[in-house]
């Protein structure tokens, strides 16, 4: 059984960097990169040989009444594939990146514990643990934000700090409400007792894990931590919490409680669509006039996290196909550019763009890669990006759903439009740099080079053949809704 | 031991009798964990709070030559790595990560309960020495006004 060791591995790691790493950085390196490997390994391994069936696993041996269950299914192994091809690629970026801001140790230690958290919330089945593993996630996220030590960075992690608290504690009394409610804490049981409650019970507790969950997700009117952190954190870190945290956080407990758990009630449904095409136009609207490289990539997350609302809004499988697809592509996309912005900053010690330029000779790898990821954030047809979007346009026409459609199509539009300037400002601007404050090295590149390789090679996944092996067991476990009870209990009879 | 550095000499004297019997009854609610209200955090606690209390009566300095701060991070560190180590034990040997490997011993016994008495004190000395380094940490730093 290989359940527990996505949270074992990087736990381990984290306290083995602070135990013996103390002293030398090295061995804080070699330790991180061994622990996600394995996790990438793991995690692919997981996916590829799974397919559509559900593995169980209960911790300390106790059943179910009274235990703690993992669960792992299609869509568990698709995000952590996603957690751990990003942890990867940013501990590789990381090396050097965080050398160039101090040496230390504890950088690692705590982004080991942010992929636990992360991990962890991923794989459990039980409503308490979800919310232990996700308040290790979000504390281990504050102190990456604050890691540079400047009064800007500070301000910001104490704004997400307070208002990950406000979400954590509205999470806290939706559990509580849901525990009151159905007395067990078992997602699965709590999905069987709760159609036998009053209607209004789901109607209370889906309003609380909406408002707390939407904010991890920073769906737009519980945006406004999200462009601070995630512009005010170190480059890699950014790319971690854009590309994978809001969505292992927020949109991937909320699929799997409004769908698995509460059977995507259509009001919810419904929520999930307005607050979709209000993120997208909005976000790119407020992304379009920002000069900062990375607070222009920290409001396209709101923008491109509509895009996922808004399929999984539509609730047909189509569209839920294309919000997977979309999850996915734009961990990629969002963490290159991120990254690119990193490099550009790390070069130029600027993000302005309007002091860039002439990035075309003195950074190469990176001014390529950036535009590759732009076409595809702008939804350009080879890139992944295309695919996706079109598939949650197509959806949402089949749907009867010809306005938001519409949105979405605008929103494409505008983010193409704020791509362009990032690449004529930034990467063709007038402004001559002639040298560099420090050489971006060959991690860095190796990092990029990677991601931008996936935005053109996970377009394959739209290929029929390769579509029945990877996207369609996840959306056939979301599709599925309540059925996600019986793979859970009676995969708990057979052991 | 400076005699100007921290709080008055009444504290001091009451400090050095009542740490070691607040040590005690942080020890003594981690190992009835199992067996009464308490356990590892709340004994973690009480185990901070003694630390704490000779911080507060006998100032920073004091601190650093009584206790080594370093071993103490050393300590915090290896707790948890013990506290996985037995929950990597509990798959090879009971089946399942955290299981029970060890003699449950008799009821209401101070040494029964399985593992869990070993878990309660990794986590007594890993909340105890979190806690008191967090303010150990916070007290170091210096308050910079301006910006």
Request: proline letters at 3%; aromatic letters at 12%; hydrophobic letters at 55%.
């Amino acid at each position: 059984m290989i359940l527990p060791y996505y949270i074992i591995i990087p736990l381990l790691a984290a306290f083995l960097i602070s135990l013996i790493a103390g002293k030398k950085d090295n061995w804080a390196v070699i330790l991180s990169v061994i622990a996600t490997t394995a996790l990438l390994v793991l995690s692919l391994f997981s996916f590829i040989s799974m397919k559509d069936e559900t593995v169980t696993y209960s911790m300390s041996a106790w059943s179910l009444p009274y235990g703690i269950v993992l669960v792992q299914d299609a869509l568990t192994s698709f995000i952590l594939v996603m957690v751990s091809i990003i942890s990867f690629t940013s501990l590789i970026f990381s090396i050097q990146y965080i050398r160039h801001l101090s040496m230390d140790w504890k950088y690692y230690s705590l982004f080991m514990l942010l992929v636990t958290g992360m991990n962890g919330v991923i794989i459990t089945g039980d409503f308490f643990n979800l919310y232990v593993f996700m308040e290790i996630a979000l504390f281990s996220a504050f102190a990456l934000v604050a890691y540079g030590s400047r009064a800007e960075e500070f301000e910001a992690a104490f704004k997400y700090a307070v208002m990950g608290s406000v979400s954590s504690f509205l999470i806290l009394a939706g559990i509580a409400v849901t525990y009151s409610a159905t007395s067990t804490l078992t997602m699965a049981k709590v999905a069987e007792v709760l159609p036998t409650n009053d209607q209004k019970v789901i109607f209370w507790i889906g309003a609380l894990f909406m408002a707390g969950f939407g904010l991890k997700a920073a769906a737009m009117p519980f945006h406004a931590w999200l462009p601070d952190a995630h512009s005010s954190a170190p480059a890699p870190i950014s790319s971690m919490l854009s590309g994978v945290l809001i969505k292992a956080l927020g949109i991937y407990v909320l699929i799997r409680i409004f769908y698995n758990v509460f059977n995507a009630p259509e009001i919810f449904t419904k929520i999930f669509l307005v607050l979709g095409t209000i993120s997208i136009i909005i976000g790119v609207f407020l992304a379009i006039g920002q000069w900062d490289m990375k607070r222009l990539l920290a409001y396209h997350s709101i923008s491109q996290i509509g895009y996922i609302l808004l399929g999984m809004g539509i609730a047909t499988p189509l569209g839920i196909l294309g919000a997977v697809f979309h999850l996915f592509n734009h961990a990629i996309f969002k963490s290159l550019l991120f990254y690119n912005a990193g490099s550009v900053e790390m070069a130029l010690g600027t993000r302005d763009l309007r002091k860039m330029g002439n990035l075309m000779k003195i950074l190469p790898t990176t001014s390529q890669t950036s535009l590759i990821a732009s076409l595809s954030i702008s939804g350009i047809p080879p890139f992944n990006g295309f695919f996706s979007k079109l598939i949650i346009i197509i959806a949402a026409l089949q749907a009867g759903l010809p306005w938001y459609a519409v949105f979405a199509i605008i929103g494409s539009l505008l983010t193409l439009a704020s791509f362009m300037k990032v690449q004529r400002y930034g990467f063709k601007g007038e402004t001559t740099v002639e040298s560099v404050e420090n050489k971006v090295g060959w991690r860095m590149n190796t990092a990029m080079i990677i991601l931008a390789v996936l935005c053109i090679a996970t377009s394959l996944m739209v290929v029929p053949g390769i579509q029945e092996v990877t996207l369609d067991p996840v959306v056939k476990v979301i599709a599925d809704k309540t059925e996600y009870i019986q793979l859970v209990l009676g995969g708990m009879n057979g052991n | 031991m400076q005699q100007n550095d921290g709080m008055t000499l009444i504290v001091k004297t009451v400090t050095r009798i009542s740490v070691w019997m607040i040590l005690l009854y942080g020890i003594y609610i981690i190992f009835h964990g199992h067996l009464s209200p308490g356990g590892g955090f709340a004994g973690g606690v009480i185990i901070a709070l003694a630390l704490l209390n000779v911080l507060l009566a006998f100032g920073r300095k004091f601190t650093s030559e009584w206790l080594n701060i370093s071993f103490l991070h050393d300590l915090e560190s290896a707790s948890a790595t013990l506290f996985l180590v037995i929950g990597i034990l509990g798959i090879s040997l009971g089946g399942a990560f955290l299981a029970n490997f060890m003699n449950k011993g008799e009821l209401f016994a101070l040494l029964s309960a399985g593992t869990i008495l070993t878990l309660n004190i990794f986590i007594g000395i890993k909340v105890g020495m979190s806690l008191f380094l967090v303010v150990w940490v916070l007290a170091g730093s210096k308050i910079v006004k301006g910006e």
